[in-house]
Each structure stands twice: as structure tokens, then as C-alpha cells.
């Protein structure tokens, strides 16, 4: 109960802020469902008037000059009814996309790793569609199925018979018994059809990301396959819920065909009977023609609304998560961050079923030094870095910067102090100076080719035709390995904070251009701290600590004399390293 009362109260912010426009919109629906009973209501009167001889050809012209215009101020209506209904309800679906969006933002990094992108997707396209109906054209579809049949039907009953539409009325209370089972079928269905477009979504969207994957392991025909059994699901899901619309559309039509049987056959007797004059029975017939629209519109009304509910379910999910990482409720009076980084006693785990990445890890950095962090494939080290940035929280222990816990500094003070060039270098389908300046959106040109410089990659965008215009494409595809890594490296330096985070960020660039860029660093980053992870000893000989991570555990800590004299697992990794550099010096002569 309460998770359906939290659904409507999320979805009244956005009535509530354009009720004004939706009542207008009701308002002229009225207005207009008001005016179409007058066109029956006419056609009758020329009728009976024409078969007694009592209206002339004034008098009849009279009243057409009335229908035609009724018939203007009916369209008149319906352009204001869609502008204000209609369009109310695109501008609460851009609301909803900004906001969840926002809400997107603030959500941890847990989140991101639990969900798909191809769900994520469907919220901000079908799900969202499908509440847009619901909030346009089921507002307009219930208005007209409730208001204008009450109208219409009072209309019959008062100025024709009551007996004849009371007929009428038995076919037509089948519609809403048949309307309130199907609402729950379609319900269940359309949650169904979200579902399986989102996998669809998520095979498509991978698939072409790793569309050089795929061809270099020869797998498309393997792929393919894959897509089609998800598509053949999302087929046979889909048409479900067209087969239940397909059956549904027919068995109103039957009902409603049922109403104008009835009419013909009571209506044209009580006609014949005298009960009722021919034009009552050409104003009933018409009356009941008015009376289709609100029947049918009750059918669109159970899709729109059905699909509506089930699309905002799926949306509340997203709006009911709650962000892991946020700003305490009494943060410390930080502004700005100097570089002392501390961790005490730190364990951490992804999930509480899961082993512990990192164990009672205890150091210190001090403010101004180049630290840096080694060890195997899986010993933690990206983890520390997340825990730094804040991604994750620590699960036991304290991480510090200058004296104050990660906790009670504020989100963007901590972040905003932060440069970080992350291992999967990525880089947004826009040019190359936009993605340089994405930390710093009012860098000068000449700010963005020296971090280039000291990054060693100005000399290659040089060589592009449209140089800092080149547009990159997706995540960086038309650049190689190096390249890549070394604008998210410029990029990073162009920020100037007073941190630098480097993840393993100079792996797919050689030697020489490691040794410069490394040169580089030192003369920029001269008293600002800087954090390096790497695989190659030769990227952190230089550094004035170095932390050697096992299993989630600190095995060495000192600088690299220190390191090397201790003879540990450091030394021996240097001395691998040296050995395969010899060998591939000695096959190359």
C-alpha cells in the first residue's frame, strides 16, 4: 500500500505544477462535448420540420448557419484541448526525463553495476512514452467516456425515450465489465513488453560496442544468434499485448454493433408505433453515433491508462532508489583540499556476501609527494582509488584528506579537488578540445594545447586535418590506445587540482613517451600530490613512496631504494621487468 501511495505522490508533483494547464484543456473538452450534442440535436429538428412542413427555407438555413457554427467552435476546441492537454503532457515527459536524469546523477556507483544499460534506456524512451499517453490521451479518452456519454445519455432519455436507451444501455454495461478484466491483462503484459525491450536494448547496445571484439574472435554468426533468441523474445512479448488489443477492439465493436441493432430494431418500431417522430429516431441514431467515440475512447483509455501505471511502476523504481554516497548532514567547513591523504586501518568488500578486497590498510600521503601504487591483477589498487574519489564507502576504517573523514567533506569540494585519469580512458563523441575541456569548461586555447604538451599528445592532434576539431567519435574509437590516454591525461592536467589520480593510465604508451610525460608531471606537479597506479616499475622508480599491494593487503611500503634493498616481491617484479626488457632489446639487434 505504501509503495502505491509513494507512485501517485511522485506522479501529482508533476500534475500539480501544470493543473492550471490541464484544467483549461478539461475545460474546453467539456465545452466541446457540450457543443457535439447540439449537432444531433439539429439534424433532428430538420428533419421533423422538413417531413411536417413547419420550416421553410429560411428556417432550415437558419439552423445549418447554427451547426456550421458549432462545427468551427468544435474545431477551435479541439486545437485548444490538444495544445493544452496534449502539450502539458510532453512538457511533464520532459520534466520527467530532466529529472530523472538528475536522479541518475546521484545514484552510487552500485546502482550503475546492478542495473543495465538497456533498462536505463527504456525508461527515458518507452517507459516515458507510454506515460505520456497515459497523462494526454487518457485524460482526454476518460473525460470523453464519462462526461459526453452522461450527456448524450441524459440528452436521449429527456428529449427522446427513456425506455429506448435503456436498451441501448445493456450492451454498453457489458463495455465496462469487459474493461475491468482486460485493464489487468494489459497491465502485466505492457510491464512484460518494458522488460524485454530493455534486454533487447542492452544485447544491441553491447554488441556494437564490442563490435571489434566480435570480429576479432570471428563470433558474429554467434552473435547473431544470441540476438535473435533475445529478439524472438521480445517478438512473441509484443505480440501478446498486440493479440489482447487485437481481441479487445473487436469485442467493443461487437457491443457497440449490438446498441445500433437495437436502435434500428426498437427505434424503427416505436417510430413505425408513432412513439416517436423520425426525426427522434434519426436524432437517437445520431446521439448513439456521439456515443461510439466515448466507447471506443474508453478502450483507448483502459491501453493508454494500463500502460501508463505499469510505465510509471517501472519508473518509481528509479526515483525510490536511494543514493549510498552523499553529503553528511553536518559536513565540515572544507572549501578546498591541500593533498594529505590518510588511510586508517581501511577494510572494504562490494557486497556483504563478498570477500574483502582491501584489509587494514594503513598509509599515509603527504601533502605535495608522487605516490605510488603496485601489485597484481586484482590486489586492490583500483578499489583505493575508488574509495578516494568516493565512489564507494569504506566498510570499516577511515580515509582522511588534511585531517577531515571523506564523509564530512562535502561531494563536489572533495571531487572538484580530485584530476583523475581513470583506466578505461573515456572519452565522449564530441571533438577533441570538448573532451579536453570537459573539467574545465573555460580553458583558453592556449590552456588546452600546453596540458596537451605536457601530456606529449599535441604533436599528434597536430597531424589531424581538423586538429582540436577532430570529432573522436564513440568513446574514443578513432583513436589508438595511446592517443586516448593521453588526452584523458591532458584533460585531467587541465583541471590543475591540487590531487592527480593516474590509474594504470600510461600502459599503451612506450617508454619514451612515458619518460616525458613523467618528466613533465614532475616539473607541473611540483608541491601538489600526485597518486600513480601502474604494472611497470620503470613508471614509479621515481615516485617518493611506493605501496605493493597483495591480495587486498599492504606487503611493502617505502620509496624504491627502500623497496629494492628489502628484496621483496617489488625487487623481484623490477628484476622480471628488466630481464624481458633485455630480451626484447637483444631480439630486436
Not at 191 to 198: L, N, P, R
Not at 406 to 420: D, E, S, W
Not at 424 to 440: A, C, M, P, V, Y
Request: charged letters at 25%.
Amino acid at each position: 500500500m505504501k509503495k502505491k501511495e509513494k507512485k501517485i505522490n511522485q506522479l501529482m508533483k508533476y500534475l500539480k505544477k501544470y493543473s492550471l494547464m490541464y484544467v483549461t484543456g478539461i475545460l474546453i473538452l467539456l465545452a466541446i462535448d457540450y457543443l457535439d450534442l447540439f449537432i444531433p440535436q439539429y439534424t433532428g429538428e430538420i428533419t421533423d420540420g422538413l417531413a411536417s412542413h413547419t420550416m421553410d427555407k429560411t428556417a432550415v438555413n437558419g439552423v445549418l448557419v447554427k451547426m456550421v457554427v458549432c462545427a468551427l467552435l468544435i474545431s477551435a476546441g479541439r486545437l485548444g484541448f490538444r495544445y493544452f492537454i496534449i502539450g502539458t503532457a510532453r512538457r511533464i515527459e520532459r520534466a520527467l526525463q530532466n529529472d530523472i536524469f538528475r536522479k541518475l546523477e546521484t545514484l552510487s556507483q552500485r546502482f550503475f553495476n546492478e542495473n543495465k544499460t538497456g533498462d536505463l534506456m527504456a525508461y527515458f524512451t518507452n517507459d516515458l512514452e507510454a506515460l505520456r499517453e497515459a497523462l494526454g490521451w487518457s485524460i482526454i479518452s476518460a473525460v470523453d467516456a464519462f462526461v459526453l456519454s452522461l450527456m448524450t445519455l441524459y440528452r436521449m432519455m429527456t428529449r427522446i425515450s427513456v425506455s429506448l436507451t435503456l436498451y441501448i444501455l445493456i450492451p454498453m454495461g457489458g463495455i465496462g465489465v469487459f474493461g475491468y478484466f482486460i485493464i489487468q491483462a494489459f497491465e502485466r503484459n505492457f510491464t512484460a513488453k518494458q522488460e524485454s525491450f530493455a534486454k533487447l536494448t542492452d544485447v544491441v547496445q553491447e554488441s556494437i560496442t564490442a563490435e571489434r571484439v566480435i570480429k576479432a574472435f570471428t563470433q558474429e554468426e554467434k552473435q547473431l544468434k544470441f540476438f535473435k533468441t533475445v529478439n524472438r523474445s521480445n517478438y512473441d512479448v509484443n505480440m501478446k499485448l498486440v493479440r489482447l488489443r487485437a481481441f479487445a477492439w473487436p469485442v467493443m465493436e461487437v457491443l457497440i454493433g449490438v446498441s445500433y441493432m437495437i436502435t434500428v430494431l426498437v427505434g424503427g418500431y416505436y417510430t413505425i408505433t408513432n412513439r416517436i417522430t423520425l426525426g427522434r429516431f434519426i436524432m437517437f441514431a445520431s446521439y448513439l453515433g456521439t456515443l461510439v467515440w466515448p466507447m471506443l475512447a474508453f478502450g483507448d483509455c483502459l491501453t493508454y491508462f494500463t500502460q501508463g501505471v505499469a510505465a510509471m511502476k517501472r519508473i518509481n523504481r528509479v526515483f525510490n532508489e536511494k543514493a549510498e554516497i552523499t553529503d553528511d548532514e553536518h559536513p565540515d567547513d572544507v572549501s578546498a583540499l591541500e593533498g594529505g591523504i590518510r588511510f586508517d586501518h581501511v577494510h572494504f568488500r562490494y557486497g556483504s556476501d563478498l570477500p574483502e578486497v582491501l584489509s587494514d590498510i594503513n598509509v599515509e600521503i603527504a601533502k605535495g609527494e608522487t605516490f605510488a601504487i603496485m601489485g597484481r591483477t586484482g590486489a586492490g589498487k583500483t578499489t583505493m582509488v575508488n574509495l578516494m574519489t568516493r565512489l564507494f564507502d569504506v566498510s570499516g576504517g577511515t580515509i582522511s584528506f588534511d585531517g577531515h573523514d571523506i564523509r564530512k567533506i562535502p561531494l563536489a569540494v572533495l571531487r572538484q579537488n580530485i584530476a583523475y585519469v581513470p583506466q578505461d580512458n573515456f572519452l565522449f563523441s564530441e571533438t577533441i578540445r570538448q573532451n579536453l575541456s570537459f573539467g574545465k569548461l573555460d580553458a583558453t586555447m592556449e590552456e588546452i594545447i600546453e596540458a596537451c604538451r605536457m601530456a606529449d599528445v599535441d604533436g599528434n592532434i597536430s597531424d589531424f586535418p581538423e586538429k582540436y576539431e577532430t570529432m573522436v567519435g564513440e568513446r574514443g574509437v578513432t583513436l589508438s590506445g595511446g592517443q586516448k590516454q593521453r588526452i584523458s591525461i591532458a584533460r585531467a592536467l587541465l583541471k590543475d587540482s591540487p590531487i592527480l589520480i593516474m590509474d594504470d593510465s600510461l600502459s599503451a604508451v612506450d617508454t619514451d613517451t612515458e619518460d616525458n610525460i613523467l618528466n613533465n608531471l614532475r616539473s607541473l606537479r611540483r608541491g601538489k600530490t600526485t597518486i600513480i597506479i601502474a604494472h611497470r616499475v620503470s613508471t614509479v622508480q621515481n615516485a617518493d613512496h611506493i605501496l605493493f599491494l597483495d591480495e587486498g593487503k599492504v606487503a611493502e611500503l617505502g620509496s624504491y631504494d627502500e623497496l629494492m634493498a628489502l628484496d621483496g616481491q617489488f625487487a623481484r617484479l623490477q628484476r622480471k621487468q628488466q630481464l624481458e626488457k633485455q630480451l626484447a632489446s637483444n631480439q630486436e639487434d
